[in-house]
């Protein structure tokens, strides 16, 4: 079954520290992988797309890496700033174009 | 600018009573679909669509239709609502459904109770 798994579900960090969230997937064929940061009560918005054939793709302070050997990708954040509270969904596509949608990991940074 | 418009916003209605959720995009999309986001779940792919008059089932398709006649247009029906349909509904486009540049846009979301 084609499943997204993302851990921690929740994370608090103060605002300045680094921080990194997992994805773990069993999509295959897997044709690329998105992390989206939805703000509460907004649209999910694009941070990063990854084909299998990329290990890193950087988007300000957030850095995203794949391993499609392992199934598995991380966010890393850098230099939390209180407009980082959000949630974080790791989405895979198949190679059938259909997107599978992890559960979300909610940050919240404190001043 | 380049988006997807929702409407309404915020919605609460009573059991049975038929409404329409309006979702369209100035992108010039082909793919459209609606989606449903419940705490714990993550999204749902309700309904898609392929193109004009295209349109498929999601993963959770019951108690929903939709309807494709325009390019830009993809609204997502409630023929009778039921308070297991209380949720927040995300309605997003894309250029096409394969590829990296295939970049899907959400719509700001629209929260609907079913009291």
């Known amino acids: 079954k084609n499943q997204v798994e993302q851990s921690p579900q929740s994370l608090i960090i103060l605002e300045g520290k680094n921080c990194t969230l997992q994805c773990n997937y069993t999509v295959s064929p897997f044709s690329n992988l998105r992390w989206y940061k939805q703000d509460t009560g907004r649209g999910p918005v694009s941070l990063t797309i990854?084909?299998?054939?990329?290990n890193t793709k950087s988007n300000g302070r957030y850095t995203a890496t794949l391993d499609a050997d392992t199934k598995q990708s991380s966010l890393h954040i850098t230099a939390s700033q209180l407009s980082d509270s959000a949630s974080y969904i790791c989405v895979v596509r198949s190679n059938t174009g259909k997107l599978i949608f992890g559960q979300g990991t909610t940050l919240q940074v404190k001043p | 600018e380049a988006q997807v418009t929702q409407n309404p916003r915020y919605l609460i209605t009573v059991t049975g009573k038929k409404l329409t959720v309006t979702c369209s995009q100035n992108?010039?999309?082909?793919?459209m679909s609606w989606y449903r986001q419940d705490p714990g779940l993550g999204l749902r792919q309700i309904y898609y669509?392929?193109?004009?008059?295209?349109?498929d089932k999601g993963d959770v398709p019951e108690g929903y239709k939709v309807s494709r006649k325009e390019k830009r247009n993809f609204p997502l029906i409630l023929e009778s609502p039921s308070p297991n349909q209380t949720s927040l509904y995300f309605c997003a486009s894309s250029l096409g459904t394969l590829g990296p540049n295939t970049e899907a846009f959400f719509g700001q979301g629209t929260r609907l109770t079913v009291v």
């Open positions: 990854m084909t299998f054939s990329e």
């Open positions: 669509s392929m193109n004009v008059e295209v349109t």
């Open positions: 992108m010039n999309h082909e793919y």
